[in-house]
């Protein structure tokens, strides 16, 4: 299984981008990047997720390094409401689709 | 639509009871998943289904079991619950593919087994 490190707490300012770093150097070709968040004690939320190009949709945007063995989640402009628990994920696609959830980072935004 | 619902919210279960925690999903999604998510960690996937009438074992599945009868319902069954069971259980489904495993969760069910 492909794993991924994340730091396990970083802040932010309101109004400022949040940049979060994941290191999955043993990712393989075929699986896939993705972000989820977690707001306290609420069910995970899907962020994004991306196989080798870079991704943006309205909530973040995800760059991911040209070897694959690191990706960064950017939050344009943080806002409060964003403090939470950020789990980057390998997708093992090739069985079952199933998510395995590290211990993610938690960022706090600050005002 | 209402997504994922999951019940109980919330129960207090004695240690050797059986309970079955359930969940539902109105988005005809193929597969589904149960996580367990014990105090100031990550989610450890416990069982899943690709499909309807089929099944797997995830990371700690040792205690629980699961059945998957047709798409929108995957109930999680303790047979006999113990404390070391105590923690909060998500459940979540997928229109999972190729490339595609976006998973939406539930709200999550606090179970506490004394």
């Known amino acids: 299984d492909a794993k991924t490190t994340q730091p396990p707490s970083m802040d932010c300012a309101e109004g400022r981008a949040a940049n979060l770093p994941c290191n999955h150097s043993?990712?393989?070709?075929?699986?896939?990047v993705y972000w989820y968040r977690q707001i306290h004690s609420q069910g995970p939320q899907y962020i994004i997720h991306g196989l080798k190009n870079n991704e943006t949709n309205e909530m973040a945007s995800l760059i991911i390094t040209e070897d694959r063995k690191s990706s960064t989640l950017i939050l344009p402009h943080a806002t409060l409401r964003d403090t939470a628990v950020y789990y980057c994920?390998?997708?093992?696609?090739?069985?079952?689709?199933?998510?395995?959830f590290g211990q993610g980072t938690e960022l706090s935004v600050k005002p | 639509i209402a997504g994922i619902t999951q019940a109980p919210t919330s129960q207090i279960l004695a240690a050797g009871r059986r309970m079955t925690l359930r969940c539902t999903q109105d988005?005809?999604?193929?597969?589904m998943y149960w996580y367990r998510q014990d105090l100031g960690l990550g989610l450890r996937l416990i069982h899943y289904?690709?499909?309807?009438?089929t099944t797997g074992k995830g990371e700690v599945p040792d205690g629980y079991s699961v059945s998957r009868a047709n798409t929108d319902d995957f109930p999680l069954t303790l047979a006999s619950a113990v404390p070391s069971q105590t923690s909060v259980y998500f459940c979540?489904?997928?229109?999972w593919g190729q490339g595609r495993n976006t998973q939406y969760f539930g709200p999550g069910t606090r179970l506490t087994v004394l």
């Open positions: 289904s690709n499909t309807a009438g």
């Open positions: 979540a489904s997928s229109d």
């Open positions: 988005m005809r999604h193929n597969a």
């Open positions: 043993t990712i393989s070709g075929n699986e896939y």
């Open positions: 994920i390998v997708s093992l696609y090739n069985q079952g689709g199933k998510l395995i």
